[in-house]
Nanobody, 120 residues
Framework: QVQLVESGGGLVQAGGSLRLSCAASGSISNIYVMGWYRQAPGKQRELVAT???????NYADSVKGRFTISRDNAKNTVFLQMDSLKLEDTAVYYCYVDARQAWAARRGYWGQGTQVTVSS
């Protein structure tokens, strides 16, 4: 099983910044896509940003120009730099990894979630 450990959530004022990190471990042979999703109270989980291995990044329209996703392949870690945060960015943020272990089929894995709260 691939383990995902997230960090970096918290409380921030509107207009501020936060940086989320997610480290993957567990005898991983290949990570294809790394990304972040979020779920606000009463809403469905939605894509925030993804970064494929060797490909171009993808962002939700609502975060374009404010959030930046990046990955460190050597450390199996994905980051989400969130700037100019808005009240509507308040949500639980989930790390997502599309990966394969040596003895298992390729599949998706989710982190436990980290709370991001933006206050006025």
């Amino acid at each position: 099983q691939v383990q995902l450990v997230e960090s970096g959530g918290g409380l921030v004022q509107a207009g501020g910044s936060l940086r989320l990190s997610c480290a993957a471990s567990g005898s991983i042979s290949n990570i294809y896509v790394m990304g972040w999703y979020r779920q606000a109270p009463g809403k469905q989980r939605e894509l925030v940003a993804t970064v494929p291995s060797g490909g171009t990044t993808n962002y939700a329209d609502s975060v374009k120009g404010r959030f930046t996703i990046s990955r460190d392949n050597a450390k199996n870690t994905v980051f989400l730099q969130m700037d100019s945060l808005k009240l509507e960015d308040t949500a639980v943020y989930y790390c997502y990894v599309d990966a394969r272990q040596a003895w298992a089929a390729r599949r998706g894995y989710w982190g436990q979630g980290t709370q991001v709260t933006v206050s006025s």
